[in-house]
């Protein structure tokens, strides 16, 4: 099995950033891709961006492109999600999740696809 960890999140003023990070543990391989997902109150889980197993492609919802990045440190197991430009709209659980395949460029952000999950950290913005 994999677990995931999530942190770095916390409250920033608008148009402020925050780094988060998902350190990964168990049978990691090295065609795990990995994502990041949110979901605010009410609203369903969103898909924010993945990354290869390599990191060498990346995905980004139209939510955030340009304003959030993601990357990997495979070496240290961990997953990172940078957030810039931080709107009220950003305020959610944000998630990480990850499964033993590539990802699937016509559906890259598919949760049901994803198998394992990190139990979330929360992001404020205000």
């Known amino acids: 099995d994999v677990q995931l960890v999530e942190s770095g999140g916390g409250s920033v003023q608008t148009g402020g950033s925050l780094r988060l990070s998902c350190e990964a543990s168990g049978s990691m391989y090295s065609n795990y891709c990995m994502a990041w997902f949110r979901q605010a109150p009410g609203k369903e889980r969103e898909g924010l961006a993945v990354?290869?197993?390599?990191?060498?492609?990346?995905y980004y919802s139209d939510s955030v492109k340009g304003r959030f990045t993601i990357s990997r440190d495979n070496a240290r197991d961990t997953l990172y999600l940078e957030m810039n430009s931080l709107m009220p709209e950003d305020t959610a659980i944000y998630y990480c999740?990850?499964?033993?395949?590539?990802?699937?460029?016509?559906?890259?952000?598919?949760?049901?696809?994803?198998?394992?999950w990190g139990r979330g950290t929360q992001v404020t913005v205000s």
């Open positions: 999740a990850t499964k033993p395949t590539h990802f699937d460029p016509r559906q890259p952000l598919v949760a049901q696809t994803y198998q394992y």
């Open positions: 990354i290869s197993p390599s990191g060498a492609s990346t």
